[in-house]
């Protein structure tokens, strides 16, 4: 084997190695990816509640129900207060905030319901508020009005 072939054998011989070895350590990134799912009936659904990988935080929709009921509450504001309650438990499992949230996107049976959903919405920030995106949609689930989803970045 001349000295060209053999030099080119062995620079593809490393290229494959370190191709192989940089596949086998991405495994590390990946454990830094991790399901937060509380616990109650959301749990038994085939998804996450949110998952965090590395410093952020993607939250599946989620709806303002009634945990006794399974169903929105009759009174829109007592919807509301359970999503952000809901939101707050699931952002503090994983060390996070309100203030943490970078984009939120808001789906609403009727938007005649948008300037109450703000009211309550504005006093859930102490920093600035996250993108966000207020969007109009047939029904949801368990006659909710409100289902939010969002991502959130450790600061």
Known sequence: MNRRVWI????????????VRGAFSQGGE??????????????????SKAILAGDTLYLSGSIGLDSK???AP?????????????YKTTLSAAGM???DLVFVQVFSTDLSLYDKFNAAYRTQFL?????????????????GHFEMQAIAVRH
């Open 8 to 19: 080119l054998s062995v620079a593809l011989g490393l290229s494959t190695v370190l191709t």
């Open 30 to 47: 990946q454990s830094k990816r991790r399901a937060i799912n509380l616990p109650g009936p959301v749990s038994q659904l085939p998804f």
């Open 69 to 71: 009921t399974g169903k």
């Open 74 to 86: 009759d009174k829109i504001e007592d919807e509301i207060k359970n999503l952000f309650d809901d």
């Open 97 to 99: 905030s309100m203030d």
């Open 127 to 143: 920093k600035d508020f996250p993108a966000r995106a207020f969007i109009g949609t047939g029904s949801l689930l368990r006659g």
